[in-house]
């Protein structure tokens, strides 16, 4: 199947909604990273989105809605949900939310829980494509399973470990600002937990709700929430975190200073964040071994640091992202 990429305004918008409408799978822009994108209520269109990635089916997806309202069709959310959806929703913020009886989400979605993992984004064309399909979007990252997740549409359509020829189209907006993807947050004995930290700093939502967040280490072969595997958005070459210099045959990403690899010269989190993924496939094409500077480990950083040591870890034979 050829992959079709199409341009974000209202013709591709719309030649994307109806693929969807199809059961085909496209990718789509967001702010964190493009997702690979099916109708959530078609059991078929969400297996072909596992089948396009090689992702484990015990791994559940992103739901992606337009709005609060459309939310709320889906899951129950709780008063704390509720402060953290209107605080920032639309935007870089996934919530696990008890899933309705009546949701009509395909349950691959959910790998068979209880719970739905929901976002809105805030890009304006994953809205504009959410409304003119007028329905719920499961999107994980449109990459092969454990592979560097897409932050253009060249990247979604890369030979290694992209998606060309296995999924109908992508919808291509340009690079995305964020660069890692959402924050995930769940409840654990009724206590906001941090289940992946993400393109919203933890810090920011510990503000919003009036106290710190809970912190959840997942089993990594039962996830509850996407992103929990140990290892993926990983890069061909072995990874090196922590280095503040590079060894003889590695490629050096460094942070705080200029070069050719560099997350940020003047060591902005923001922009560290949005260059991460497209740092470590360019870098990964040079063919050696990779070697990355410290990162703080707070604010974006800490989103950073997850993706590193997930990246940096021992290769399983299945894996996940987004």
């Given at each position: 199947?050829?992959?079709?990429?199409?341009?974000?305004?209202?013709?591709?918008?719309?030649?994307?909604?109806?693929?969807?409408?199809?059961?085909?799978?496209?990718?789509?822009?967001?702010?964190?990273?493009?997702?690979?994108?099916?109708?959530?209520?078609?059991?078929?269109?969400?297996?072909?989105?596992?089948?396009?990635?090689?992702?484990?089916?015990?791994?559940?997806?992103?739901?992606?809605?337009?709005?609060?309202?459309?939310?709320?069709?889906?899951?129950?959310?709780?008063?704390?949900a509720m402060e953290l959806a209107q605080a920032f929703w639309p935007g870089a913020l996934t919530l696990v939310l008890p899933l309705r009886a009546d949701s009509g989400i395909a349950s691959l979605v959910t790998a068979g829980l209880d719970t739905v993992a929901i976002r809105v984004p805030a890009a304006q064309?994953?809205?504009?494509?959410?409304?003119?399909?007028?329905?719920?979007?499961?999107?994980?990252?449109?990459?092969?399973?454990?592979?560097?997740?897409?932050?253009?549409?060249?990247?979604?359509?890369?030979?290694?470990?992209?998606?060309?020829?296995?999924?109908?189209?992508?919808?291509?907006?340009?690079?995305?600002?964020?660069?890692?993807?959402?924050?995930?947050?769940g409840w654990h004995q009724d206590r906001a937990t941090l289940l992946r930290p993400g393109g919203i700093p933890a810090e920011a939502i510990e503000a919003a709700l009036g106290h710190r967040l809970d912190h959840h280490q997942a089993d990594p072969d039962t996830p509850t929430a996407p992103g929990q595997l140990?290892?993926?958005?990983?890069?061909?070459?072995?990874?090196?975190?922590?280095?503040?210099?590079?060894?003889?045959?590695?490629?050096?990403?460094?942070?705080?200073?200029?070069?050719?690899?560099?997350?940020?010269?003047?060591?902005?989190?923001?922009?560290?964040?949005?260059?991460?993924?497209?740092?470590?496939?360019?870098?990964?094409?040079?063919?050696?071994?990779?070697?990355?500077?410290?990162?703080?480990?707070?604010?974006?950083?800490?989103?950073?640091?997850?993706?590193?040591?997930?990246?940096?870890?021992?290769?399983?034979?299945?894996?996940?992202?987004?």
């Amino acid at each position: 199947m050829q992959t079709l990429r199409l341009a974000s305004d209202e013709t591709g918008i719309a030649q994307a909604a109806k693929l969807l409408r199809q059961g085909q799978t496209v990718a789509i822009p967001t702010e964190t990273v493009y997702g690979l994108a099916g109708d959530a209520r078609n059991g078929a269109a969400v297996a072909a989105i596992y089948a396009a990635k090689g992702r484990p089916s015990f791994n559940p997806l992103i739901v992606h809605v337009a709005d609060l309202t459309a939310a709320r069709r889906i899951a129950h959310l709780p008063p704390q949900a509720m402060e953290l959806a209107q605080a920032f929703w639309p935007g870089a913020l996934t919530l696990v939310l008890p899933l309705r009886a009546d949701s009509g989400i395909a349950s691959l979605v959910t790998a068979g829980l209880d719970t739905v993992a929901i976002r809105v984004p805030a890009a304006q064309a994953a809205q504009a494509l959410l409304r003119a399909f007028d329905g719920p979007l499961a999107a994980p990252s449109a990459n092969a399973s454990g592979r560097i997740s897409p932050t253009t549409a060249d990247h979604v359509l890369d030979p290694d470990g992209g998606l060309d020829t296995r999924i109908a189209a992508v919808l291509d907006a340009g690079p995305c600002p964020v660069g890692v993807e959402s924050t995930i947050i769940g409840w654990h004995q009724d206590r906001a937990t941090l289940l992946r930290p993400g393109g919203i700093p933890a810090e920011a939502i510990e503000a919003a709700l009036g106290h710190r967040l809970d912190h959840h280490q997942a089993d990594p072969d039962t996830p509850t929430a996407p992103g929990q595997l140990s290892s993926h958005y990983a890069p061909n070459a072995a990874l090196r975190l922590n280095a503040e210099t590079a060894l003889p045959g590695e490629t050096h990403i460094t942070f705080g200073r200029p070069g050719p690899f560099s997350l940020s010269p003047t060591g902005d989190l923001t922009e560290a964040a949005a260059h991460l993924f497209d740092l470590l496939r360019r870098a990964d094409r040079e063919g050696r071994a990779i070697a990355v500077a410290p990162i703080p480990d707070h604010g974006l950083g800490t989103a950073i640091n997850d993706r590193l040591r997930r990246a940096a870890a021992p290769r399983q034979a299945s894996s996940s992202s987004k």
